[in-house]
């Protein structure tokens, strides 16, 4: 019923910059909060930044003043902007998003996207 496609993973040297995008799609009413979380290899699932509907937004400390999350709600969609990237930041990003799913029951459910690569390496 309900999609998250994420683009704009990659392979970059330490200091540069990535943008992420993650669209939903599918048999939507409304999205709240949509973030992006990531993992990277031995390490638990953490929390990168977090946007509501409203616009206010909340960071993990490690990534304070260098990313950026933002939202287009027209398209559904949420994008990370990762500057000064540091080797510490290569992981498996996720984006997440609690959505209202446009049914009868209006039931409101957790969707996770596929997860996109970022390895930051000289």
């Known amino acids: 019923q309900v999609q998250l496609v994420e683009s704009g993973g990659g392979l970059v040297q330490p200091g540069g910059s990535l943008r992420l995008s993650c669209a939903a799609s599918?048999?939507?009413?409304?999205?709240?909060?949509m973030g992006w979380y990531r993992q990277a290899p031995g390490k638990e699932r953490e929390l990168v930044a977090g946007?509501?509907?409203?616009?206010?937004?909340n960071y993990a400390d490690s990534v304070k003043g260098r990313f950026t999350i933002s939202r287009d709600n027209a398209k559904n969609t949420v994008y990370l902007r990762m500057n000064s990237l540091k080797p510490e930041d290569t992981a498996v990003y996720y984006c997440?998003?609690?959505?209202?799913?446009?049914?009868?029951?209006?039931?409101?459910?957790?969707?996770w996207g596929q997860g996109t690569q970022v390895t930051v390496s000289s």
């Open positions: 997440h998003a609690v959505i209202v799913v446009l049914t009868n029951a209006m039931n409101r459910y957790d969707y």
């Open positions: 946007i509501i509907s409203g616009g206010r937004t």
């Open positions: 599918g048999s939507i009413f409304s999205i709240n909060t």
